[in-house]
């Protein structure tokens, strides 16, 4: 999910979007996001109904368009996207049900209800075995929660800072800075790799190398590639190591923050909101029943 993240919406520290006013989701707190999506995320595990989870889906692409920086390649991703993903998965994951049993389960009975469809009906047939409505309307309740796990999972971390994320565990979780700060450490090796590797590659395309064709020429770049890039990690891993020595990182049971994450009103204003959000999405069903 994390390219997927990146190619929606680029993540500005807390303290950057609320002095520079980025839209509400930047302004927030990664562990508030986390805390006020959670019950939902959980939630979707054990609920059956499709209600629900379309509820979820249709609140969380509201929240992510209003709430970040899309860019237009996001937003075309996000309206088009989830609907299509939601097409194919009600099929992929609706062959595999059994067509004699789906009519009868608790979650496809609802969806039926709903659209007045008979789950005997027959769409088509793969390898003589009949692909129903029922076992459809059961793939596609399946690919409601998966779908929804994802944005709802997303509306925690499309607008969160890794860094931001790190520094919340340290300062309000009380996780040991040893381990936060050396994750942090981790997770910057990441950009710089890709870099490093935009230049190895690059070189190799000045030099002439990269001129093979075909798989077997593909997985010859590649090993090829991977032999300097580790050695570049293994020399920015003894940078990074020798410098954490230097600062006597681990000597003392705390240390002094630089940058310090506050929680605002609007960070305990999210979190009523969202639980009572998912409270009624959870018992929508019933309710209208």
């Known amino acids: 999910m994390s390219g997927a993240g990146n190619a929606l919406v680029s993540r500005p520290s807390v303290d950057r979007s609320r002095r520079e006013h980025l839209p509400w989701l930047h302004r927030r707190t990664p562990l508030v996001k986390i805390a006020a999506t959670l019950p939902a995320i959980v939630a979707m595990f054990v609920v059956r109904d ?10 969380c692409a509201l929240v992510i368009l209003s709430g970040t920086r899309l860019s237009g390649r996001g937003t075309l991703l996000l309206i088009v996207g989830v609907p299509v993903v939601l097409a194919v998965l009600s099929v992929t994951l609706g062959v595999w049900v059994d067509p004699t049993v789906a009519a009868e389960t608790t979650s496809a009975a609802p969806l039926l209800a709903v659209f007045g469809l008979d789950g005997t009906s027959t769409i088509f047939e793969i390898a003589g075995r009949p692909f129903t409505v029922a076992a459809w309307a059961t793939g596609l309740g399946t690919a409601l929660r998966l779908v929804a ?9 499309i607008a969160t800072a ?16 040893r381990f936060g700060y050396a994750a ?12 490093e590797l935009d230049v190895i590659r690059a070189a190799r395309r000045v030099r002439g190398i990269d001129r093979g064709r075909g ?16 050695a570049g990690a293994l020399r920015h891993a003894d940078r990074v190591a020798l410098s954490m020595d230097a600062r006597a990182f681990g000597f003392a049971s705390t240390r002094t923050e630089r940058h310090v994450l506050h929680t605002d009103t609007g960070d305990w204003v999210l979190l009523p909101i969202a639980w009572a959000t998912t409270a009624f999405a959870l018992l929508a069903p019933s309710l209208l029943s």
Request: charged fraction near 15%.
């Open 215 to 230: 798989p077997i020429a593909w997985l010859r770049s590649q090993l090829d590639v991977a032999i300097p890039l580790l």
């Open 184 to 195: 942090m450490a981790a997770f910057r090796f990441v950009p710089r790799f890709r870099s």
């Open 149 to 157: 796990i994802v944005l709802l999972s997303l509306v925690g971390g």
């Open 162 to 177: 890794g860094d931001d994320f790190v520094r919340s565990l340290v300062q309000h979780l009380r996780v040991p800075y």
């Open 50 to 59: 499709a209600f629900s989870p379309a509820l979820l889906i249709l609140l």
